[in-house]
């Protein structure tokens, strides 16, 4: 059986985008994870995967030590962390993450 470790860097590498957030693109659970998923789509971003950690508790916390980031959400983009809300507004802001998410 895969750790919650393999499990995570599963996902990362098997979608283009992910983003760990609390609870789903339909319904986010939080501010931070709300803006996160306005963001993504403001800049047309539809082929994100979300993974709602408020699922399960051990991915909730495996993701923090996954990426070293104590915070979610957490965007990924091919396998690589890009960071939380407050990174993806700035990058946005900057035209940063538009470039990162072309297709």
Known sequence: ?????????????????????KGSRQFPQCGFSSRAVQI?????????????????????????????WPTIPQLYVNGEFVGGSDIMMEMFEAGELQELLKP
């Open 1 to 21: 059986m895969m750790s919650i470790q393999e499990q995570i860097k599963e996902v990362v590498t098997s979608h283009r985008v992910v983003l760990f957030m």
């Open 40 to 68: 993504l789509n403001a800049v047309g971003c539809e082929d994100y995967v979300t993974v709602n950690v408020l699922e399960n508790d051990e991915v909730r916390q495996g993701i923090k030590v996954y990426s070293d």
